[in-house]
């Protein structure tokens, strides 16, 4: 007889639209709980995020009581994780202990006294072990690839075993990677076949499955194939009536067995991670390297050397998160000791914007934005002023600005521009724009996963190779630079808005992301950069104050090269999708009713603009995304020896 854990981890991002919330639940999370309603010998653990549940309280309570009647029967198992489902080792300690009380209050509202932690994305590193001990927790779940990465072979990895930090142990279960293929993907026979030939006579093996549970009934095509098609149902009768298969829950477990011995385990997470969070180039590299061992049939005895990125590299990877991430960083330790602003900055902590696997992530704007408004609205607890410092380690100080009304944030390092915009009223940064990246699943149309060879069943969107669409692809351009307000351009006149906006022109200037010098004066910052156009000296000034609506910026510049100054601001326009455009205008109006909201901008006279949607393109579990992620105006003059003008922003 073989023991058998099976777990389902349940989750919907913070700032997700209500109707994919609503679509979720009736697809996968009502019809799973339902079904499990109906075999009183199928036990499962389950982990809820705390922004799904406090979506099902508000509109579906009615699970809430279906869920503590399967606590009070026994068929379920509470595992909890930081609330709002951060990634533990990206935040404070401080802020991982207050998370994961408050889902072990919210369990113990369910029923139960949980003592077993998901871990989100299963990103491990072993200062956790102290953390999580400290309120109260005995076991953590993370994957078999954890343990490989440190040594093991695959088959000690049907034990638990602990894990030490500094004379702590915690208790830590390998998931069962194969599992994880086949559950629910191939038939479930199959399952079966696999759980019965672990079976070896020793009554302490255990095979654990703990996935997302969007994969009955939210992937492509699994509401048809595990509801519809009946996968559930014949999966739950045959595992809870099998005589060599013993279901358990992790807490039923370790009443019985004790952990097999003592582990260290690197920082780490699955396997697909070490390819998504390695930089696009290297990832590429990954992927062929993976192939080629699958083609040489080298991968399975020689994948336990196999180690790509780890999670914080997207800190690395997307200056964008990066910045996310330590401004909230920054406002958590200002708001340390008030617990209304707390709560906005444990929102602010939802690890699916700060990252991107199979999944949209830092690509979606409304999970950004759902971010930056809860940062912004902690940060309004306390008055920072302004300071120059490094708030994002990117080796040049910040200038951080602040009002009654805003937060302003420049990069002189980078072209001496405006990397946040962040209003208090609204709770938007208008600078909540990612720039336009190549990604190497561009060019490779395969994941570098181990999956299971037969193709019985339904596919995982691991499993689905992807061709990007010819539409898509004429539209298809990168950035050289990152997106800010106020970045400055030196263009060739003749240049045209297609040949800019796919960039496809030449930058005459060095200023775009160029150091500036500045110095700072009451309420505002003058930043200047003596600089080249065409071989040839030019400098830009440019005086900037923040007002009560807005801020207004006076720019003076010289050169005696032949060319148009642009000054580009892009504006996290997400909800209006926009179409390339040109115009004259001495003023003009932005409505974003959904997203940023109504601004104008505002000039001393008559100037061209340019404007377009920046779209990236990204994988999802629906294909291609080729997504809006703001719009790009540029306001353009004449460069004939000297330029001098007054350009507002008022929010509206």
């Known amino acids: 007889m073989v023991n058998f854990i099976f777990g389902i981890h349940n989750h919907q991002p913070l700032g997700n639209f209500g109707w994919v919330m609503e679509s979720a639940y009736e697809r996968s999370y009502r019809p799973f709980m339902e079904t499990l309603e109906d075999y009183p010998n199928m036990k499962v653990a389950v982990h809820y995020s705390g922004p799904l549940l406090e979506w099902i309280a508000g509109n579906r309570a009615e699970h809430l009581d279906l869920l503590r009647s399967l606590v009070k029967k026994g068929q379920l198992e509470i595992v909890v994780a930081g609330f709002y489902e951060p990634v533990l080792a990206s935040i404070p300690k401080e802020d991982r202990l207050e998370q994961i009380r408050l889902l072990k209050d919210f369990a113990r509202k369910l029923g139960y006294e949980a003592k077993g932690v998901w871990l989100t994305e299963r990103v491990w590193q072993p200062e956790l072990v102290k953390s999580l001990r400290e309120v109260g927790i ?97 999966f739950f009768d045959r595992v809870s009536s099998d005589e060599r298969i013993s279901l358990m829950l ?35 590299l990954f992927v062929e390297f993976v192939e080629g061992l699958k083609e040489e049939g080298k991968f399975e005895r020689y994948r336990v050397f196999v180690r790509g990125g780890i999670w914080k590299n997207f800190f690395f990877k997307y200056p964008e998160s990066n910045y996310m991430h330590k401004r909230m960083l920054m406002v958590s330790e200002l708001v340390r000791d008030k617990p209304e602003a707390r709560k906005f900055i444990f929102k602010a902590q939802c690890n699916d914007a700060y990252w991107h696997g199979v999944f949209g992530g830092v690509y979606l704007p409304h999970l950004r934005r759902a971010v930056w408004e809860n940062i912004i609205k902690a940060n309004s607890f306390v008055s920072t002023g302004s300071f120059v410092r490094d708030i994002d380690f990117d080796g040049g100080d910040e200038v951080f600005l602040e009002n009654e009304a805003f937060y302003a944030v420049f990069k002189p390092a980078y072209g001496g521009a405006l990397f946040e915009l962040s209003s208090k ?37 691991h499993e689905l190779g992807k061709r990007i669409p010819e539409e898509i692809r004429r539209e298809l351009a990168y950035d050289s630079h990152l997106r800010a307000i106020l970045q400055d351009h030196f263009i060739k006149p003749e240049t045209t808005l297609d040949g800019y906006r796919l960039s496809r022109y030449s930058e005459l200037g060095d200023f775009v992301s160029g150091a500036y010098d500045f110095s700072l004066f009451n309420g505002g910052i003058s930043l200047e950069r003596d600089g080249s156009v065409s071989g040839r000296p030019a400098k830009v000034e440019k005086t900037f104050h923040l007002t009560e609506d807005g801020f207004a910026v006076d720019y003076t510049v010289r050169s005696e090269a032949k060319a148009l100054f642009g000054v580009e601001l892009n504006l996290a326009v997400h909800s209006v999708m926009e179409n390339p455009g040109e115009f004259e205008a001495e003023s003009f109006e932005i409505n974003d009713p959904y997203g940023m909201g109504k601004a104008g901008i505002e000039l001393d006279r008559k100037a061209r603009v340019w404007k377009y949607p920046i779209k990236t393109l990204s994988q999802s579990e629906s294909g291609w995304d080729f997504i809006q992620q703001g719009v790009s105006y540029t306001i353009l003059f004449p460069l004939e020896g000297g330029l001098s003008f007054r350009l507002r922003f008022r929010e509206l």
């Open 138 to 234: 005995e076991y953590v779940i993370v994957d078999d690839y954890h343990f490989m990465s440190a040594g093991l072979a695959k088959e000690e990895l049907f034990w638990p075993y602990y894990t030490e930090d500094g004379g702590k142990a915690i208790t830590v279960f390998p998931i069962d990677e194969k599992l994880r293929y086949l559950i629910p993907f191939r038939p479930v026979e199959k399952t079966i076949a696999y759980l019965h030939s672990l079976d070896d006579g020793d009554e302490s093996k255990v095979a654990v499955f703990h996935d997302d549970g969007e994969k009955f009934g939210v992937w492509p095509g699994t509401h048809e194939w595990v509801y519809e098609k009946g996968w559930l149902r014949e």
């Open 250 to 284: 992790y807490s039923e477990y370790l009443a019985r067995f004790k952990p097999r011995g003592l582990v260290y385990l690197p920082i780490a997470s699955y396997f697909e991670m070490s390819e998504w969070s390695l930089p696009a180039k290297q990832a590429k």
């Open 425 to 461: 009223g609204k709770a938007v940064n208008y600078n909540d724009v990612l720039a336009r990246r190549w990604e190497h699943y561009h060019e490779v149309p395969e994941a570098a996963t181990p999956e299971e060879e037969s193709k019985d069943g339904v596919a995982s969107i």
